[in-house]
């Protein structure tokens, strides 16, 4: 027996009551008609994710086995493809007849395991998608003609941007928002940056970057792979590493061999993600989806090639936890430039300072100084400026603008 990965979910749909629209006089027809199509269409996207998250176990291929839905539809495998027919039926509560008459079928296409939706997302507020994907939060993503290809977990999307407008395709809008942090909350965050005057320069030239809200277990492996690393080199150890297990990072809880793990050119850290993740078991897994900040880090801590600072990156963009503020060497030396009075003298004081003055912020603050930092700090020679800050300065030594 072996697990096979969805590669098509075909839904047919049926329209019911087709019949009773039929019996309606002239535009009332045509009216109805929609209406069971509007109400049919809002479901479609709940039931691809529904559909696309069931797996098959077939013997051979061409081998018949039924799915776990309780539609209880036969599913035929073809190799690594399968197709499978569910039946759902809507009535409008207005309907003098459950009766269907007329059918419609709607396909729609997912890649083992993924569905193969598209959505278009307006954001509330700037976003940049090239900014956001290549900052250092994501590894495992490709580019190309200027759409990325981005893989976290069990998720694979396709991200374009054109103008104010993200176009994503595996992924409803629902799934896509939450991925790429497109709500109010981001909004929010960022407008209390905004009101610290040492950050509003750096807002002000980075204000299209978003945190991405990623699978835990996967920021667990990539920020272990961090260490006294550079970003292309971690893209180069997950590639490898998810190519050898199928194009995914190897589950939780499960058994890495050490061969492979090196194999990914890891280093020293190879014993460090096998260790990790056989340690990664269920019961771990829910107690760092239950604790709040502090009980995460110190639990975090206890696994195998993981310190302070990979700890607050896993807690920041694997659990959500926004006031986690990762301190390196780039941060360290970031924060001694911003705040120059401030003293610091390591880390943790960098650290605790970032947290007093951000609080839930801090990681959002920390990540437009982390981008200021590797783009610009080596060759500024002062704090950053708004426009504002320059215009004013320039009128006071009467220069013309």
């Known amino acids: 027996m072996r697990a096979v990965g969805i590669g098509i979910v075909r839904l047919e749909l049926y329209l019911v009551d087709m019949e009773h629209a039929a019996t309606q006089p002239g535009g009332r027809r045509e009216e109805r008609e929609h209406l069971l199509r509007v109400r049919a269409a809002r479901h479609i996207a709940q039931v691809v994710e529904s559909a696309a998250r069931y797996r098959y176990t077939v013997d051979a291929p061409h081998a018949e086995e039924r799915s776990r839905h309780p539609t209880e539809k036969p599913a035929r495998a073809y190799g690594h493809t399968i197709e499978w027919h569910a039946i759902f039926k809507y ?24 569905h193969h939706t598209r959505a278009r997302i307006i954001s509330p507020g700037q976003f940049d998608l090239a900014l956001t994907i290549e900052s250092g939060q994501a590894f495992r993503y490709t580019k190309e003609n200027g759409a990325y290809r981005l893989r976290n977990g069990a998720i694979e999307v396709t991200l374009r941007q054109e103008n104010d407008v993200i176009i994503c395709e595996g992924a409803d809008e629902r799934t896509a928002r939450h991925l790429l942090r497109i709500d109010l909350e981001h909004e929010a965050g960022k407008a209390r940056l905004e009101q610290d005057l040492v950050l509003q320069p750096i807002i002000e030239r980075y204000g299209g970057l978003r945190i991405l809200r990623q699978d835990m277990h996967e920021t667990i492996i990539a920020f272990i792979c961090s260490a006294n690393s550079n970003i292309p080199k971690i893209r180069q150890n997950l590639t490898l590493l998810a190519q050898a297990h199928g194009e995914r990072l190897p589950p939780p809880g499960t058994a890495i061999n050490i061969d492979a793990a090196r194999a990914a050119k890891t280093g020293y850290r190879a014993q460090y993600i096998v260790d990790t993740n056989r340690m990664l078991t269920r019961n771990f897994v829910q107690q760092l989806k239950r604790g709040n900040y502090e009980q995460n880090h110190a639990l975090l801590r206890t696994l195998p090639g993981i310190g302070p600072k990979v700890a607050d990156c896993v807690c920041l963009y694997g659990l959500d936890h926004g006031e986690a503020f990762p301190v390196d060497v780039h941060i360290f030396r970031a924060m001694k430039a911003l705040f120059p009075r401030a003293g610091f003298k390591n880390e943790r004081e960098a650290k605790d300072f970032a947290q007093q003055r951000w609080k839930k912020d801090a990681g959002l603050a920390q990540q437009y100084i982390f981008e200021w930092a590797r783009k610009e700090l080596s060759s500024a020679k002062r704090r950053p400026q708004t426009k504002n800050q320059r215009l004013v300065k320039r009128k006071k030594r009467g220069v013309a603008r």
């Open 91 to 114: 009535a409008p509560a207005t309907s003098p007849t459950m009766a269907t008459t007329t059918g419609r079928t709607i396909a729609a296409r997912a890649r083992r395991g993924t």
